[in-house]
């Protein structure tokens, strides 16, 4: 692979962590992992996040409360919280690893500038942006999945309104995908690739057995 592809990949690999890790942290505070409305008050509906619910009226009031207590939440909001706080750590630490592992930019510390290092340092970069990107969508997917449970419960009367996936179960979605294309691109670009051959430099030739007849 040419010098400069090498410096492409890793590039974009450095802009998609970034991209992804501000999506995953918008994932986290967002309110609108799940939402309510019902026919019976059809000018409100309700919003579930990991912290706190929401109310929303028409007319553009938007009430939240937190959550009471942390021993009284649902079991999926208290996993979810914990995966993606983790997320947000590790997304963090991928990309601050990832920046100073770039050829262009120059460390402060030679040491870092052995490529060897940056080599090193994006290999690690890669695997915890792989890591994010999982850690990011098992929380996401758990709760659409219960959702999609819980909404197609035929024991459940029908007019009983049900939750629904609200834009921050897409949002992690993307944000995890693209956790795990960054992570791909840091990795692909960390690898030694043998440089090409010449067009001048003659190619070695084997020698078979009756070459020594």
């Not at 999982?134 to 197609?152: D, I, K, M, N, W």
């Amino acid at each position: 692979m040419d010098p400069s592809d090498t410096h492409i990949l890793e590039l974009l690999g450095v802009l998609v962590s970034i991209g992804a890790w501000l999506l995953c942290l918008a994932t986290t505070f967002m309110s609108t992992w799940l939402t309510l409305s019902t026919e019976l008050l059809p000018s409100e509906s309700y919003q579930l996040g990991l912290w706190e619910t929401c109310v929303v009226q028409d007319h553009g009031t938007h009430e939240c409360r937190p959550y009471n207590s942390l021993l009284g939440l649902p079991p999926d909001i208290k996993l979810a919280r914990i995966l993606m706080c983790v997320a947000v750590a590790t997304g963090l630490l991928a990309w601050l690893l990832a920046v100073p592992g770039v050829h262009l930019v120059t460390a402060c510390d030679p040491r870092l500038e052995d490529p060897e290092v940056k080599r090193v340092m994006k290999r690690v970069a890669g695997a915890l942006g792989l890591a994010t990107g999982a850690l990011g969508l098992l929380p996401v997917s758990h709760v659409a999945r219960l959702t999609a449970e819980r909404f197609f419960d035929r024991s459940v009367p029908v007019l009983v309104p049900r939750w629904e996936f609200g834009a921050a179960l897409f949002c992690g979605w993307v944000a995890g995908v693209l956790h795990l294309g960054a992570g791909v691109l840091l990795l692909v670009s960390s690898r030694r690739f043998p440089p090409p051959l010449s067009r001048d430099e003659p190619i070695p030739l084997t020698r078979t057995r009756g070459e020594y007849v």
